[in-house]
C-alpha cells in the first residue's frame, strides 16, 4: 500500500515499516532533501484510509505513526549514506571499534571516514576504508 503512495514521487523511499504486537504501526520513509511534516501528514492520511478500507486490523484496532527516521536512528540503506556524504559520522564496527569523523566518500561496497585526531601541530588525519559487510551501525553526528 505505501509503495503505491511513493511510486509518484521518486525523491522519497522507504526506510523501514515496524509493527508491535498492540497494533502500532510505524514507517519511516526518508528523501533524497530530506522530508517535511507535511507529507508525513498527508502518508498517514492516505495510508491509514487504506488499511481501514483492506480491514486489516480487527474492529480498526490500530495506531499509524509516519515520519522519517530521527538522528539517533542508524542509517539503514545505500541511498541514506549518499544522501548524507560529507557529514560527521560515528561508525560502529562489528568488532566493537568505533570510528568518528567525515563520511568522505560512499562507494558500492564501502565508506571512506576521515578522522582527526590531536590539533595543531599535532593534528593527524587518517582515511579509514569501511566495507557495509564490516559495519554494526553508523549514526549521524550533530555538530553545535
Known sequence: MLQDLLANDLAYFLVEIKVK?????????DGDQGVTIEKCISWNRALYK???EANLFPNGDFSLEV???G??????????YKKNLGRPV???LKDGMKVTGKMIDVQDEAIIVEETKGKNKK????QH????DNIKSTKIQTVF
Open 129 to 132: 576504508t569501511f566495507a557495509f
Open 67 to 69: 515520519s522519517s527516521p
Open 50 to 52: 487504506k488499511i481501514e
Open 123 to 126: 593534528k593527524e588525519v587518517i
Open 21 to 29: 504486537p498492540t497494533n502500532n504501526v510505524k514507517i519511516y520513509i
Open 90 to 92: 560515528e561508525v560502529i
Open 71 to 80: 538522528v539517533d536512528e542508524p542509517l539503514k540503506l545505500f541511498r541514506q
